[in-house]
């Protein structure tokens, strides 16, 4: 499935840190301003302390011939002391405020990233890479900050420190610039082959990754359990799983080797470098180039100098190059296309009109739904029928505003869907999915949580249940509404018509004045989902109500039926007008016939299996 997918774009270092300045600098910018601030002096006095012990040296130097008094040397260690002291100071409060100010940031991010989901087009969410974007941004803002913080410390930081060593050593002897050159090259190189090499391992790890959790899954996983166990699978899937893990181990053995062995090599370059530095700084010393100071205060630095290219390269730049993938995932969610509409409060219920709608999906040529028009009138029960992938489940999502139209338009009582907020779009719907969740929590829990703020009873409840075919009472609910709908805790198990029930009657328990089941009757039978459907026709009244499905048998009972082909309306009328002409819909309806008729007359009891036959068409819909 992975394979299939568009590659990712790619976002450079410098387009991240652009694009995450605004929105990180912005949440806080007074405190970026300070860290900008101290983070410079940092740097900079970090090189002045270099300075400072020269002085001292040549002072006491001076001092040890004669040539100066003890008072001047004692002047050069109080400023070489007070800029020690400064330093550590400085150095405390750079490494505190980041801890501190981090999770203010955080709780910006966390707060945008909840206000751009709730304003992402539904849309969106029908593209499973983008669906990735977003379980993936979360831990990308956070990483997004870190990376901002060592961009700034790199900017702010190191590179006056840098800079001004690199202008003190140019001032003593033009050459020993290239010192910083010298320390520096090995280390890069060594940060770049092990970047290569560990990326390269990270793409022949995730196919055996893979395989192993697979293995691990088919041994521990509930749905395997029984079955692996019970066929004797487990001790197969354990040799595999091992195998896998065994390889796995070798790859990263092997990647750890080569890239540790070029660490030495490049370490030992360092080392040939350092020596070269200081014999360049002796050479210049018997010369008298530069001062027994300087010599003692460069030869001093130079460690430091290398540990903090080691800091900057491999541990800062490497964790930049690390994150770069989840920050590109949270950037491309704050890219994520927003819904724009100015309307908050769902317009005053009444008709719906399309006006030759039009919509495709995104990456998909043919369109859905094609060139649709008709009214959804206040009060209506409405049926859309049609075979699968017709363009049913579309255009229910274009009626309630769920998506836009490419072409045309979808009034909601003279409102046009595109002024809709996202605020306003389920203020008045309810609706029963095919894909309907089942709840680890209680049966009323299951029921409410469609509506949470609405006052109710458990009459209100017994309603719904009743409506929707079910009833506490039922074996399954040993608590009543109580009853745990989980095995996980300690609950019960039920059955997929059960569930599918709980499904509907949460559906009715919302405040409405629309009511949509889009086929949550799919995994039932023809006959049950009839039954639901003539209940629901029932206690639509005065309510507008769409219901959808690829079985005509059971709407029979709507106001009017919508007939769809390949995304287009080819019929509109009620079952008699509809029956009674040559079209699409008697063709379906021919061929579904004899779901309903076969048996005609037989017991009306249901027996286990396809007990739907039994039942004469006619009767079932009475
Ligand atoms: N999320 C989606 N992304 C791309 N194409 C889709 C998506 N959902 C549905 N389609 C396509 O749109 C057409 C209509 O689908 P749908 O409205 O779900 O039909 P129905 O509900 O009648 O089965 C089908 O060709 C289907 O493949
Ligand atoms: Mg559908």
New binding site residues.
């Given amino acids: 499935m992975t394979e299939t997918r568009p590659p990712k774009k790619k976002i450079s270092v410098f387009n991240a840190f652009r694009r995450l300045v605004p929105v990180i600098y912005g949440a806080t910018p007074i405190f970026f301003l300070v860290y900008t601030v101290i983070s410079i002096s940092h740097g900079l006095l970090w090189g002045v302390e270099t300075m400072m012990q020269q002085r001292f040296f040549d002072t006491a130097t001076l001092f040890a011939i004669g040539k100066n008094q003890f008072s001047t040397v004692l002047r050069a260690l109080a400023f070489l002391g007070g800029a020690n002291i400064f330093c550590q100071i400085l150095n405390g409060v750079a490494n505190y405020l980041p801890d501190m100010f981090a999770q203010k940031v955080i709780g910006r991010l966390t707060a945008g990233i909840n206000k751009k989901m709730a304003k992402l087009d539904p849309i969106v969410f029908?593209n499973t890479d983008k669906l990735d974007d977003i379980n993936k941004a979360e831990q990308g803002k956070n990483n997004s900050i870190w990376f901002m913080f060592i961009f700034t410390t790199i900017f702010t930081f190191y590179l006056p420190y840098f800079l001004f060593m690199g202008w003190y050593l140019f001032t003593l002897k033009p050459i020993l610039v290239l010192s910083i050159v010298i320390i520096f090259v090995p280390t890069l190189l060594t940060q770049i082959i092990r970047t290569k090499v560990f990326t390269k391992l990270e793409d022949k790890l995730a196919p055996k990754r893979r395989e192993y959790d697979y293995y691990e899954s088919c041994m521990v996983s509930r749905e395997y359990f029984k079955e692996t166990r019970l066929l004797g699978g487990f001790l197969y899937f354990k040799k595999l799983y091992l195998e896998s893990l065994e390889a796995l181990q070798l790859l990263r053995f092997k990647a750890t080797m080569k890239t540790n062995l070029i660490e030495l090599l490049m370490r030992l370059l360092t080392v040939i470098g350092f020596f070269t530095i200081f014999l360049m700084l002796f050479n210049a010393l018997m010369k008298r180039e530069i001062t027994v100071g300087a010599f003692a205060a460069v030869t001093n630095s130079v460690g430091l100098l290398y540990s903090i290219m080691e800091e900057v390269v491999c541990r800062h730049i490497g964790h930049m190059a690390e994150s770069m993938g989840s920050i590109e995932n949270y950037l491309n969610f704050l890219d994520l296309k927003e819904r724009r509409g100015t309307v908050v409060v769902a317009p005053i219920w009444g008709d719906i009109t399309l006006k030759k709608v039009s919509f495709s999906?995104p990456n998909?040529e043919?369109p859905?739904v094609k060139d649709a028009s008709f009214t959804l009138k206040k009060g209506e029960t409405l049926a859309i029928v049609?075979?699968?992938?017709?363009?049913?489940?579309?255009?229910i999502r274009l009626i309630t505003g769920l998506y836009l139209p490419d072409e045309g338009h979808v009034f909601i009582n003279g409102v046009d869907t595109r002024e809709l907020g996202i605020e306003a779009l389920y203020q008045n719907t309810s609706a029963v999915f095919q894909k309907y969740q089942k709840y680890q929590m209680t049966l009323e829990e299951n029921i409410t949580i469609s509506d949470p703020l609405r006052k109710y009873d458990e009459k209100t409840l017994d309603g719904v249940c009743q409506k929707a075919g079910t009833t506490k009472e039922e074996a399954s609910f040993p608590d009543g509404y109580n009853t745990m709908l989980s095995r996980e805790f300690d609950g019960v198990d039920l059955s997929g018509g059960q569930w599918q029930r709980i499904a509907i009657a949460r559906g009715f328990f919302r405040t409405h004045n629309l009511i949509i089941l889009d086929e949550p009757t799919a995994a039932i039978d023809p006959y049950e989902e009839t039954r639901v459907y003539n209940r629901f026709a029932e206690i639509s009244k005065n309510k507008s109500a769409i219901i959808?499905t690829h079985r005509l048998g059971s709407v029979k009972l709507a106001h009017r039926i919508v007939v769809?082909k390949e995304?287009q309306i080819v019929q509109i009328g009620t079952h008699d007008e509809l029956i009674s002409g040559p079209g699409e819909y008697q063709r379906l309806y021919r061929t579904q016939e004899k779901w309903y008729i076969e048996g005609v007359g037989s017991d009306k009891k249901r027996t286990e299996k396809g007990a739907w036959k039994s039942h004469n068409i006619e009767e079932t819909f009475a």
């Fill in positions: 029908e999906y998909k043919k859905a049609g075979e699968n992938g017709s363009g049913k489940s579309t255009l959808v769809m995304g």
